[in-house]
């Protein structure tokens, strides 16, 4: 079996603080590539930046703006290749339209587990209403013009994330593996942190999908017939 995973697309209400970064027809044909050539696309979380309205509205709302901002791409993702799985910036998701926290799926004698990844993130977990206003406020910074202030606080949350490419000193992936393990899993492919990245963990392989925001085409691609899986950065 053939999986595509692409997240952190932070698709919001199409004003100067949308970090998505892509022009729709290009993004529509990056898609194209994967469905061409995977018969599953995962969407592993913070699809949608519900919380970056100019005003405090609910999830709902939020969402249904943000959707119309990206129509073309909302449109996409009800094809039936596509599977969603909901994150932090769109945790709403979740109650408002059944988004799983993860799924795991099981091809070519391997169990794969899918998460975002915000469960290893302790202001998620235990202060979300400080998450959401923090997301909230930084889409103002941008819309005020301040890329560099919205740049310096952006960097001190991925710091704050615990990713590291040091397998042993990230805390990230010993959650994820942990996670893995728990699930009786062989892969956990994860999002959140931005960072792309393939890891061994003895028995466990470790994958993060990168990010598809800010004009990237970070994806992971997963070939369980050939035992084959990597972090692809570019497409052609």
């Given at each position: ?30 898609l194209n590539f ?58 709403a998701a979740g ?142």
């Amino acid at each position: 079996m053939k999986i595509a995973v692409i997240s952190d697309l932070h698709l919001g209400v199409g004003d100067a603080s949308d970090r998505f970064g892509h022009e729709h027809g290009r993004f529509l044909k990056f898609l194209n590539f994967l469905e061409d050539n995977f018969e599953t696309i995962v969407l592993l979380g913070d699809i949608w930046d519900p919380h970056t309205a100019k005003l405090r509205i609910s999830d709902r709302e939020g969402l249904r703006l943000c959707r119309e901002s990206h129509l073309p791409l909302s449109r996409r993702f009800e094809r039936s290749c596509y599977q969603y799985v909901h994150g932090n910036y769109d945790l709403a998701a979740g109650p408002l339209e059944n988004a799983p926290g993860s799924i795991t799926l099981d091809a070519g004698g391997l169990r794969l587990l899918f998460a975002h990844g915000h469960e290893h993130d302790i202001l998620v977990k235990h202060l979300p209403w400080l998450a959401d206003f923090g997301v909230w406020l930084g889409a103002w910074i941008l819309r005020l013009g301040l890329s560099s202030v919205f740049s310096f606080f952006d960097q001190l949350d991925m710091a704050r994330s615990g990713a590291s490419v040091n397998s042993a000193a990230c805390t990230f992936q010993k959650w994820a593996v942990t996670a893995a393990r728990q699930h009786e899993a062989d892969v956990i492919v994860t999002g959140h942190t931005h960072l792309p990245l393939k890891a061994q963990h003895e028995n466990v392989v470790f994958l993060n999908s990168g990010s598809c925001t800010q004009g990237r085409f970070n994806f992971a691609a997963l070939d369980t017939a050939r035992n084959d899986f990597s972090i692809q950065q570019a497409w052609a």
